[in-house]
């Protein structure tokens, strides 16, 4: 078969955009919940009260340091199969959504570490400034030091959120649709097409990975703290 037929055989047998919107849905749901979650944490971790930093700072080694595959079978196998604890009446949407926590949850360590990095580069002097005039600790992170960190920190978020595209393949494991499980089965049924299906799913992340780069250089050029 040449290069099209091959390519033709693959997309009429299987739903191949499908299974990569699936991973597009949960890189979009994780990284909001990664988002809101990581930065609650960068405000434990440079909080003045010492019981929050720490319990910040072991969040983050922790989530950091577990291996995602164990995290997401421990949701599925500790969790839902020990507690019973279902998200959803449909069995799809369940797993969809234990995914998209698990990946939330561990992505919110590196989140917290990318936004603490942004962090460092406010001046000390603003903060003392803010303190100065009478702002409360809450007060001077939300007007002064997180607007300008966030800015900073555009790049490494960038970073995170592409990591956490590609890591959106660990969801199999949780029995979510997605690309890496479809690859897998191609292969099983398919093997004589190995080559032409890890090129279609290679570039299939490459399509999704690539504009993100390329919109969190963009911005972290446009929105640069001018000092």
Not at 10 to 36: C, H, K, R, S
Not at 45 to 55: E, K
Not at 72 to 80: D, E, N, P, Q, S
Not at 129 to 156: C, E, K, N, Y
């Amino acid at each position: 078969m040449s290069f099209s037929e091959q390519l033709s055989t693959l997309f009429e047998t299987y739903n191949v955009l499908g299974a990569f919107w699936t991973n597009v849905q949960l890189t979009f749901w994780a990284a909001i919940g990664a988002f809101v979650l990581g930065l609650v944490l960068a405000l434990m971790r440079i909080s003045p009260v010492p019981s929050l930093r720490l319990a910040g700072t072991a969040y983050v080694h922790l989530v950091r340091n577990t291996p995602l595959t164990i995290l997401m079978t421990l949701a599925i196998l500790g969790v839902w199969t020990q507690f019973q604890l279902s998200l959803s009446s449909n069995f799809e949407t369940n797993f969809f959504l234990y995914a998209v926590i698990v990946l939330a949850i561990y992505h919110a360590a590196f989140v917290c570490e990318a936004i603490r990095s942004g962090v460092n580069t406010v001046p000390v002097g603003q903060a003392e400034a803010a303190r100065a005039i009478g702002l409360d600790f809450m007060a001077t992170a939300r007007h002064v030091i997180f607007p300008q960190a966030l800015r900073g920190s555009i790049t490494p978020l960038g970073n995170t959120l592409i990591a956490l595209a590609k890591n959106t393949t660990v969801a199999t494991v949780a029995s979510v649709a997605e690309a890496s499980g479809m690859m897998k089965s191609m292969i099983e049924f398919n093997s004589d097409l190995i080559f032409m299906i890890f090129f279609v799913f290679a570039m299939g992340f490459v399509v999704i990975v690539v504009p993100i780069g390329v919109l969190t250089t963009w911005a972290s050029r446009k929105l640069a703290v001018k000092r």
